[in-house]
T-cell receptor, first 111, second 112 residues
Framework: DAKTTQPPSMDCAEGRAANLPCNHS???????VYWYRQIHSQGPQYIIH???NNETNEMASLIITEDRKSSTLILPHATLRDTAVYYC????????????FGQGTRLTINP | EAQVTQNPRYLITVTGKKLTVTCSQN?????MSWYRQDPGLGLRQIYY???????DKGDVPEGYKVSRKEKRNFPLILESPSPNQTSLYFC???????????FGPGTRLLVL
């Protein structure tokens, strides 16, 4: 699975959009980009995933660059409950379903 | 409610005393997995199971055993716990062919 690079920490004001970047320059054509988050030592929570098209669900939007070497997770209206560590993971869709978690980005939402 | 449950949530034990951490899911998922999380090391997979009676080692299997006799249950067994197994443990499950993994609430283990 390709390696990802994320900033260790970010801050965002409550009510604003939080944009979390992720670099995955060695991503292969059959690897998806996944985002999970972990709120204060709770179990990681799935947010969204995509292959090459932008994706949106009730939690967030995922923007993947055309060359697929980077992506951005967007939380459109961040709340205090969005304070968490966010993990960007790239992996193939099939096969042994191991998730390789890096260090992630610690996002702090400030009131 | 769809969920993964783990028991116990907190456990303090002593070196060498066998223990079992249970994991159960109510989503009829085929795939289940155990991870441990340590500061600076992130989450690392211990064992996984693709289906009943099918298990395989993850990245850090030493000192652990698992079994998958029923689809819903995937217990993690520490036959002779040691202090280096002090960690936060997570169980996860997902449906075959789908990638969304659902994680349990975690079990915090301290081995003295």
């Amino acid at each position: 699975d390709a390696k990802t690079t994320q900033p260790p920490s970010m801050d965002c004001a409550e009510g604003r959009a939080a944009n979390l970047p992720c670099n995955h320059s060695t991503i292969s054509g059959n690897e998806y980009v996944y985002w999970y988050r972990q709120i204060h030592s709770q179990g990681p929570q799935y947010i969204i995933h995509g292959l090459k098209n932008n994706e949106t669900n009730e939690m967030a939007s995922l923007i993947i660059t055309e060359d697929r070497k980077s992506s951005t997770l967007i939380l459109p209206h961040a709340t205090l409950r969005d304070t968490a560590v966010y993990y960007c993971i790239v992996r193939v869709f099939q096969g042994a379903q191991k998730l390789v978690f890096g260090q992630g980005t610690r996002l702090t939402i400030n009131p | 409610e769809a969920q993964v449950t783990q028991n116990p949530r907190y456990l303090i034990t002593v070196t060498g005393k066998k223990l079992t951490v249970t994991c159960s899911q109510n989503m009829n998922h085929e795939y289940m997995s155990w991870y441990r999380q340590d500061p600076g090391l992130g989450l690392r997979q211990i064992y996984y199971s693709m289906n009943v009676e099918v298990t395989d080692k993850g990245d850090v299997p030493e000192g652990y055993k698992v079994s998958r006799k029923e689809k819903r249950n995937f217990p993690l067994i520490l036959e002779s716990p040691s202090p280096n197994q002090t960690s936060l443990y997570f169980c996860a499950s997902s449906a075959s062919g789908r990638e969304t993994q659902y994680f349990g609430p975690g079990t915090r283990l301290l081995v003295l």
